[in-house]
Each structure stands twice: as structure tokens, then as C-alpha cells.
């Protein structure tokens, strides 16, 4: 996966089983930390977030991979300025105009290349196919989409 967000474009790639994500991100920033944090995992990292996160910065919570993130107190924004967010698509496609705002622009990234998709792989709407892509799927080595291939 470091090789493929190298590829996209990735200034540095952290490896977070075999590295201190917050030491890593401090040296890179040189001490300043980052604008925003994007954080598809949630109980594990939420804590973190906050060591990493610059002056003024922003959490953007998208995920609960490792759990819910638990209460804690909104004065430990305070320290640094920081903004929480916890988007969810459907109150950003709430109305039918929203739908197609959203869509429209969605597909003309996709129709002009701004926006590229990745299959990892497709699997046969069988038992088994849906099996294998749930394993596929948990096992944290796949990248981009997998596809279950309803019909031809």
C-alpha cells in the first residue's frame, strides 16, 4: 500500500505498525503537526489525532474501525483551536437538488480523470464469491474497491 500511495502522490508514507505515527508526523512537520486528519479507524487513534494536529487544524472523523470513538470533553479542542467533524454523506444528499449536485460533480471527476478508481478484484455473486471478498476484504491487504459482480 506504500508503494501505490507513493505512486498517487504521496509526499511520505508512514508505516503504522513499524513506526510512532505521531513521532513520524512531528519530524516530518518539523514539530507543527498537520492541517487536518482524516480518521477512518476511531477508538484506537482518536487520541492521537490531537498530537498530531497542528494549530488551528482539523479532525475530520470518518470511520469506526476499531470501535466508536468514546465521549470526552469539547474543552480539549480548546488547546489548540481545533475543529471536529464527523461527516456522513446522507446529510450531504439530503435533498433531490443535493443528489444531483453532489452526483453530477462526482461523475464529471470521474468522466474527466480527476478522480480515479481502483478495482482490487471482482467476485461471482455466489456464496463463496461474497465468502471470499468479506475475507478479502477484513483482511486489511486489499486496495481500492472490491466489486461483487452481480451479472455480466
Same mark, same amino acid.
Given at each position: 500500500?506504500?508503494?501505490?500511495?507513493? *505512486?498517487?502522490?504521496? !509526499?511520505?508514507? @508512514?508505516?503504522?505498525? &513499524?513506526?510512532?505515527?505521531?513521532?513520524?508526523?512531528?519530524? @516530518?512537520? &518539523?514539530?507543527?503537526?498537520?492541517?487536518?486528519?482524516?480518521?477512518?479507524?476511531?477508538? !484506537?487513534?482518536?487520541?492521537?489525532?490531537?498530537?498530531?494536529?497542528?494549530?488551528?487544524? %482539523?479532525?475530520?472523523?470518518?470511520?469506526?474501525?476499531?470501535?466508536?470513538?468514546?465521549?470526552?470533553?469539547? @474543552?480539549?479542542?480548546?488547546?489548540?483551536?481545533?475543529? =471536529?467533524?464527523?461527516?456522513?454523506?446522507?446529510?450531504? /444528499?439530503? %435533498?433531490?437538488?443535493?443528489?444531483?449536485?453532489?452526483? &453530477? *460533480?462526482?461523475?464529471?471527476?470521474? *468522466? !474527466?480523470? %480527476?478522480?480515479?478508481?481502483?478495482?482490487?478484484?471482482?467476485?461471482?455473486?455466489?456464496?463463496?464469491?461474497?465468502?471470499?471478498?468479506? @475475507?478479502?476484504? /477484513?483482511?486489511?491487504? /486489499? /486496495?481500492?474497491? =472490491?466489486?461483487?459482480?452481480?451479472?455480466?
Amino acid at each position: 500500500k506504500a508503494a501505490l500511495a507513493k *505512486a498517487n502522490g504521496a !509526499d511520505h508514507v @508512514i508505516l503504522y505498525k &513499524n513506526e510512532d505515527t505521531v513521532a513520524r508526523v512531528l519530524e @516530518i512537520t &518539523n514539530g507543527e503537526g498537520v492541517h487536518a486528519v482524516f480518521d477512518g479507524v476511531g477508538k !484506537d487513534t482518536f487520541d492521537s489525532n490531537f498530537l498530531m494536529l497542528r494549530r488551528k487544524g %482539523t479532525l475530520v472523523s470518518v470511520g469506526n474501525a476499531s470501535g466508536a470513538v468514546l465521549p470526552f470533553p469539547p @474543552i480539549k479542542l480548546v488547546q489548540k483551536n481545533l475543529k =471536529l467533524l464527523r461527516p456522513t454523506m446522507n446529510n450531504y /444528499t439530503y %435533498t433531490e437538488e443535493e443528489v444531483f449536485y453532489y452526483g &453530477n *460533480a462526482l461523475f464529471f471527476l470521474l *468522466a !474527466d480523470g %480527476t478522480l480515479k478508481t481502483q478495482v482490487f478484484k471482482e467476485y461471482p455473486f455466489t456464496t463463496e464469491g461474497v465468502r471470499q471478498a468479506q @475475507i478479502d476484504l /477484513t483482511s486489511g491487504k /486489499t /486496495t481500492g474497491k =472490491l466489486v461483487v459482480k452481480v451479472s455480466d
